[in-house]
């Protein structure tokens, strides 16, 4: 299926051309139903802040169900769609990323699903229906897998209460996003070029599951890029910004990107848990050592959402607030 074509990029330039990174062999995997799993999340978060979970108790038909109708969103003309958007905050967008210059081989939906779920008025449609089912139970199920890791990691981190980081996920005012993103071949191009460039999640944790193709890549420590294996059965789980404020760098948002594929389709749905507008962020007191120094200012989620609407993708936003 090819929804983006080369005409279809109007006066907005191609993405650059980029090398494919080689397979990295030492993404952590962890199955939660495995004990001495909240060790294993904490060295990870701290290694990596990238890892992936295996026995995380999400059907796979329910995962499978929000594909398809993704795929089907994605399949209609594109005048259909562009009224869903311009995703300026929520809805569809097509290769602009944000309102600072940044595009990408890219099209993608992106939704508000907690304080107002579902509030997309094409999903009230009679002929949503099935589409607002799946987003219904995916999102449900996957908030539930989020809280749960969080929770693991306290209990790795040896801190109470075990919902210091999940309760700001399940807050009635927390301000989490479901993004749906496709990334369709591109004829005539025999290479790869970028989906989505490089930057780090700015919420307290991203769940992303993806179909069976690769495109996916992460940075290590020394600053290299490594591409990730695709595993359409698991989840992989990213350390946010928030996240890292939170335990005073201990836990490190990872630094990713997309590399979307000449020939074939990729299809990713991830999971943003994020804290409510008006929560202060800053490094939790029962997580620093004595002596230890705040590497942050305290500054509130609204504030930090501002800063990083103002930036590209690639700027390290969480500087302007580094003490």
């Keep these: 299926m090819v929804v ?3 005409p279809a990029l109007g006066q907005v330039s191609l993405p650059r051309p980029q090398k494919p990174s080689p397979y990295f062999s030492g993404i952590p995997v962890i199955d939660l139903s495995e004990p001495g799993s909240e060790a294993l999340l904490v060295r990870a978060c701290e290694e990596l802040g990238f890892f992936k979970v ?4 999400i059907p796979v038909e329910l995962i499978a169900s929000l594909e398809e109708e993704a795929m089907k969103f994605f399949a209609l003309p594109q005048a259909e769609k562009e009224r869903v958007g311009p995703a300026t905050l929520f809805g569809y967008g097509s290769r602009t990323i944000g309102s600072n210059g940044d595009i990408g081989w890219v099209e993608y939906l992106l939704m508000q699903i907690t304080s107002k779920p579902m509030s997309l008025p094409f999903l009230m449609d009679a002929s949503a229906s099935s589409f607002r089912s799946a987003l219904n139970e995916y999102i449900s199920a996957v908030r539930k897998l989020a809280c749960e890791v969080l929770e693991l990691m306290a209990d790795g981190l040896k ?14 005012e927390s ?3 479901l993004r749906l993103n496709h990334y369709p071949p591109c004829p005539g191009f025999n290479g790869t070029m970028t989906g989505f460039g490089e930057h780090t999640d700015p919420q307290i944790i991203s769940v992303l599951r993806s179909n069976n ?16 294996l695709p595993d359409q059965a698991s989840f992989f789980i990213n350390v946010g910004d928030s996240l890292q ?5 201990r836990f490190r948002s990872v630094r990713h990107r997309v590399l979307a594929n000449g020939s074939k389709s990729r299809v990713s749905m991830v999971y943003f848990g994020g804290p409510p507008s008006g929560e202060r962020l800053a490094p939790l007191p029962l997580l620093m050592a004595e002596g230890e120094q705040s590497l942050y200012r305290e500054f509130t989620w ?9 930036t590209m993708l690639a700027d390290n936003r ?5 003490k």
């Design 4 to 6: 983006l074509t080369k």
């Design 175 to 177: 301000d989490s996003v």
């Design 54 to 57: 295996t026995n995380h108790g």
């Design 213 to 228: 193709i690769a495109g996916l890549e992460i940075t290590l420590r020394d600053g290299s890029w490594v591409s990730v």
């Design 159 to 172: 801190i109470e209460p075990r919902n210091v980081f999940s309760k700001l996920v399940m807050d009635e």
């Design 318 to 322: 969480l500087g302007q607030f580094e």
């Design 302 to 310: 609204c504030e930090y959402k501002r800063c990083a609407c103002r």
């Design 245 to 249: 404020v939170l335990t005073n760098g």
